[in-house]
């Protein structure tokens, strides 16, 4: 359910609730789960902190790949679909402003990139 009383995405600790809570739906689905079940989350999560912290706080703490990660994962269309579904509705859940409007558009954009390079856009999924 939409909380009625939602803020914007304006600290930290906003962007590790977005985090925390997306991939805790990302466990429990059945078709991403199998794709996260090698991740190390105590070190995975921290990464994400700063990797959405970075894009929507413009703190300087994420320098990672991200594109090189998940090149040998075994995922395609319906998988990207999913994972933008469950991280709208995670944001929209909890949140709404600028920023909250700015992860969302971010991770499509970034999404669409990870799909571009892998040859999955257009009618070729
Ligand atoms: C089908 C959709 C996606 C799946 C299944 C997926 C899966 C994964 C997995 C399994 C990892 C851990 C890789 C590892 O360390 O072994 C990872 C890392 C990561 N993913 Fe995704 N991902 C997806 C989409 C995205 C999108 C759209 C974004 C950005 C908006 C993103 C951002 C990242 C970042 C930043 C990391 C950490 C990279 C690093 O360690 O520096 N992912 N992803």
Excluded: C
């Amino acid at each position: 359910m939409v909380s009625k009383t939602r803020k914007d995405i304006t600290t930290r600790d906003d962007v590790k609730l977005l985090v925390d809570r997306f991939y805790e739906k990302v466990n429990q689905d059945e078709l991403l789960a199998p794709v996260f079940s090698h991740v190390d989350w105590p070190n995975h999560l921290p990464i994400m902190y700063d990797f959405w912290a970075s894009i929507v706080l413009g703190e300087m703490s994420y320098n990672g790949n991200p594109f090189a990660k998940h090149i040998h994962l075994n995922i395609n269309k319906e998988h990207f679909t999913r994972w933008l579904e469950l991280f709208t509705k995670t944001v929209d859940v909890h949140f709404e402003g600028y920023n909250a409007t700015q992860v969302k558009t971010r991770a499509l954009s970034i999404a669409d990139l990870f799909q571009y390079k892998r040859g999955l856009l257009g009618n070729r999924s």
